[in-house]
Nanobody
Framework: QVQLVESGGGLVQPGGSLRLSCLVS????????MTWYRQAPGKERELVAR????????DYADSVKGRFIISRDNARNTLYLQMSRLKPEDTAVYYC??????????WGQGTQVTVSS
């Protein structure tokens, strides 16, 4: 059974930083490209960042380029999202997902990030 467990969210002031983690089980993590998505209240879910199975290639939404860094530790089955210079518009629930789970619309519980003074 695939499990995607996000953590690390919280309340942070504008300009602050957070690091999100996603612990994966139920499939071979090192063989899966992974993606972070987010969903703000009243908005559709949007892609934030993506990383290939080896970590050799990454891609980012324009809105987070230069501020967020996606990375992974295949030995620990863990995906990360380092977020810096956070803005109020980054407030959302953040989700990690692999391509197979995405095709089945099988999401984890997400982690809430709130950027507010």
């Amino acid at each position: 059974q695939v499990q995607l467990v996000e953590s690390g969210g919280g309340l942070v002031q504008p300009g602050g930083s957070l690091r999100l983690s996603c612990l994966v089980s139920g499939f071979t993590f090192s063989m899966a490209d992974m993606t972070w998505y987010r969903q703000a209240p009243g908005k559709e879910r949007e892609l934030v960042a993506r990383i290939t199975k080896t970590g050799s290639s990454t891609d980012y939404a324009d809105s987070v380029k230069g501020r967020f860094i996606i990375s992974r530790d295949n030995a620990r089955n863990t995906l990360y999202l380092q977020m810096s210079r956070l803005k109020p518009e980054d407030t959302a629930v953040y989700y990690c997902i692999d391509d197979m789970s995405l095709r089945h619309d099988a999401w984890g519980q997400g982690t809430q990030v709130t950027v507010s003074s």
